[in-house]
């Protein structure tokens, strides 16, 4: 008995993780950027605008099938064609399953590594050592002989390259 009110329960609550759609931080009716519904159900995202010698192509992306294509203007590109393009706004116009659908190019998402992320290795040579707070007239010609060899090492290894 137990086990069917937590099963009736749990037919009651909605789907957690349903996707960008219903999201609580957009506005009521407010489609995702970059992408938009075609009345199949299927989404499209405008992924990436790129200008050749045979004409802007626009590379529209479809997350249900996980395939994009490069398509120009008026040009089929399996289920859609691209009918018009505002280059200002970024923006083009597709035409997929009878309808017309408005699509921004898709923002990236940057991610930042945080204080756990590698650092590039010191150059060898020693010309990156520890910091001294109060350097001494020694200290600061070491320094300098440390740069200067570091200035030739790096001459002497550009040299060898364009000699080959």
Not at 43 to 56: D, H, P, V
Not at 77 to 103: M, N
């Amino acid at each position: 008995m137990r086990f069917w009110l937590i099963f009736l329960g749990l037919l009651a609550v909605p789907a957690w993780g349903q996707g960008a759609d219903d999201s609580p931080f957009l506005p009521v009716n407010a489609p995702a950027a970059g992408s938009a519904r075609a009345a199949d159900g299927s989404s499209f995202e405008l992924r990436g605008i790129m200008s050749t010698a045979g004409g802007t192509r626009y590379c529209i992306y479809d997350p249900a099938k996980k395939t994009s294509s490069w398509v120009g203007l008026n040009e089929a590109g399996g289920s859609f064609a691209v009918k018009s393009a505002d280059p200002a706004h970024d923006t083009v116009t597709l035409e997929a399953g009878g309808q017309r659908i408005t699509l921004a190019l898709h923002e990236a998402k940057v991610v930042s590594l945080g204080f756990g992320s590698p650092v590039a290795a010191p150059p060898p040579g020693g010309a990156m050592s520890n910091v001294v707070l109060r350097p001494t007239p020694e200290d600061e010609q070491r320094r300098l002989q440390a740069i200067a060899e570091e200035v030739r090492r790096r001459r002497e290894l550009r040299e060898r390259a364009q000699a080959r």
